[in-house]
């Protein structure tokens, strides 16, 4: 599952983002999603990364992670989250900020 396993809340506030979401911008998001490829982008970017990624994502694999960081043009970490799910903001938000505030020098 995209949002991760056995968390009711969280399945509960993705499902209710969705349902408001107006079908012509869910098309639109879908489109840009589904249909981009940017890899060839990513030697470009010039600045810092920091790449967060969920260590048990269904949708994408920690792999991803890893290979955007050695595409990257600048420097770039990985920081791999113990959680599970696609968003580590509904699943795991406290372990996420703290990355967050590490990546931004504000702790």
């Given at each position: 599952m995209a949002v991760g396993v056995n968390n009711t809340e969280a399945i509960a506030k993705f499902e209710n983002t969705l349902g408001r979401m107006k079908p012509e911008i869910a098309l639109s998001a879908a489109r840009s999603v589904f249909l981009s490829d940017l890899r060839a982008k990513l030697p470009q970017v010039k600045?810092?990364?920091?790449?967060?990624?969920?260590?048990?994502?269904?949708?994408?694999?920690?792999?991803?992670?890893?290979?955007?960081?050695?595409?990257?043009?600048?420097?770039?970490?990985?920081?791999i989250l113990n959680t599970q799910g696609h968003f580590p903001h509904l699943t795991a938000p406290n372990l996420l900020l703290k990355v967050l505030k590490k990546a931004l020098d504000i702790e």
């Open positions: 600045v810092p990364c920091t790449i967060i990624q969920s260590k048990k994502d269904s949708i994408v694999p920690e792999s991803v992670a890893f290979y955007m960081k050695s595409k990257l043009g600048g420097d770039a970490n990985v920081t």
